[in-house]
């Protein structure tokens, strides 16, 4: 090839190599602070409760051994096998497209097959370009975005040609404009959409189900504050129901879907309550503000500490003792609550035991800032240089 061939070739490659930019930004300034999010956030008394509610089998027992146990299973060492079949993806197109172009006439009919290979990949080129430059400004990049950009670039070839023939427009290797723009335009949507395209298009004459999933994302929504595209988030992370996402690994879910870690916390302690109570009895929840464990531990525990003083009471012979006005409050909300629901308070403690004292309620009450950890009886046990009486405990064995 000539010089100039060889410059538009090189100028080209490097313009076909900018998706890597977002993701090489993500990778130096991103992921540091998606670690320290998370790890910061971890105090050697949650990292036990985390341990013994998500990985038993781990052996870290305080912050520093949980930041190495992060590096070995999300570190970014595991973005290099992505990144590396991406580039290549792109470089290989990359060539074979210029070659066409340097070596054949545009405007010539008897390349109509090329044309809608071209124009497909640059549909999908522009698609996956602005997710990732979106994703990295979210600081929202996980692997499975590039897995999935390699995927969308590889399949924008038969689905290019596939949707021209659909739409009639294709006769032989004769190719008119629309066509062209047709599978330019329909390589630019999102391949999510694509492939539910994909599905239904098919569906009617197979008499298949195209919308199998459909079924996860309506039990999802049901969470306050899980919209559709949260909820297809987390299906892609394999988590389809209430109770899956109630006893998902919060931090594992954070990374995987790219997801903020305190909403991912949030989103799963609304999903345990969620799964005791039907919709009808979700409005009455709502409405007295027990919409996630991290509220319901908030009023047991309330009930609880009366509870004890009143045991304490009867077993040194003394009368009851009057109740603080926040646990005479939670006597009055317990019986409304129970009231509301119909439901007797014996039955409403104990579902309200059940969430609060959950190992994944407590992950939840321990992870929260500014939490005060009233079950702690002296000084020395929130020691947070200590680690937590769980793991202790484990030691001592």
């Known amino acids: 090839m000539s010089n100039f061939q060889n410059t538009t070739l090189i100028a080209t490659g490097i313009i076909a190599s900018l998706p890597l930019i977002p993701v090489g930004h993500y990778l130096s300034f991103g992921w540091p602070a998606r670690k320290r999010q998370i790890v910061s956030r971890l105090s050697n008394q949650s990292i036990g409760y985390y341990r013994m509610a998500f990985c038993p089998e781990s052996d870290f027992t305080d912050n520093d051994g949980f930041a190495k146990e992060y590096d070995k299973r999300y570190g970014r060492h595991l973005f290099a096998a992505p990144i590396l079949l991406l580039t290549i993806t792109l470089l290989v197109f990359?060539?074979?497209?210029?070659?066409?172009?340097?070596?054949?006439?545009?405007?010539?009919?008897?390349?109509?097959?090329?044309?809608?290979?071209?124009?497909?990949?640059?549909?999908?080129?522009?698609?996956?370009?602005?997710?990732?430059?979106?994703?990295?400004?979210?600081?929202?990049?996980?692997?499975?975005?590039?897995?999935?950009?390699?995927?969308?670039?590889?399949?924008?070839?038969?689905?290019?040609?596939?949707?021209?023939?659909?739409?009639?427009?294709?006769?032989?290797?004769?190719?008119?404009?629309?066509?062209?723009?047709?599978?330019?335009?329909?390589?630019?949507?999102?391949?999510?959409?694509?492939?539910?395209?994909?599905?239904?298009?098919?569906?009617?004459?197979?008499?298949?189900?195209?919308?199998?999933?459909?079924?996860?994302?309506?039990?999802?929504?049901?969470?306050?504050?899980?919209?559709?595209?949260?909820?297809?988030?987390?299906i892609d992370e394999g988590v389809k129901t209430l109770v899956q996402l109630a006893y998902a690994d919060p931090i594992a879910l954070s990374i995987r879907s790219g997801m903020d870690f305190s909403f991912i916390l949030i989103c799963c302690s609304r999903a345990m309550v969620r799964s005791y109570f039907d919709d009808d009895q979700m409005k009455i929840v709502q409405k007295y503000g027990l919409r996630s464990g991290f509220e319901v531990k908030t009023l047991n525990d309330t009930l609880l500490a009366y509870d004890e003083l009143q045991e304490q009471a009867t077993a040194k012979g003394e009368p009851q003792p009057s109740p603080s006005l926040a646990q005479a409050a939670a006597q009055r909300q317990l019986r409304a609550f129970a009231n509301a629901l119909a439901l007797d308070e014996d039955s409403i403690r104990f579902i309200l035991d059940q969430i609060a004292e959950d190992p994944y309620t407590q992950f939840v009450w321990w992870m929260w800032p500014d939490v005060p950890k009233a079950d702690l009886a002296d000084e020395a046990a929130t020691d947070d240089t200590q680690p937590s009486p769980v793991v202790a405990a484990e030691l001592v064995h």
């Open 94 to 234: 990359t060539y074979f497209c210029v070659l066409w172009v340097l070596t054949h006439d545009w405007a010539s009919a008897q390349e109509g097959t090329a044309k809608i290979a071209i124009l497909s990949l640059a549909g999908a080129y522009m698609w996956i370009t602005y997710d990732l430059i979106f994703r990295a400004r979210q600081n929202d990049i996980v692997t499975s975005d590039i897995n999935r950009a390699t995927l969308r670039l590889l399949i924008s070839l038969p689905f290019g040609f596939a949707i021209s023939a659909f739409a009639g427009v294709m006769t032989g290797t004769t190719v008119t404009l629309s066509t062209g723009a047709l599978a330019f335009f329909v390589g630019a949507f999102p391949t999510d959409t694509v492939l539910k395209f994909m599905r239904r298009t098919a569906a009617v004459p197979l008499k298949l189900d195209a919308d199998t999933g459909e079924d996860g994302v309506q039990q999802l929504k049901k969470v306050d504050g899980v919209t559709v595209p949260v909820a297809e988030r987390f």
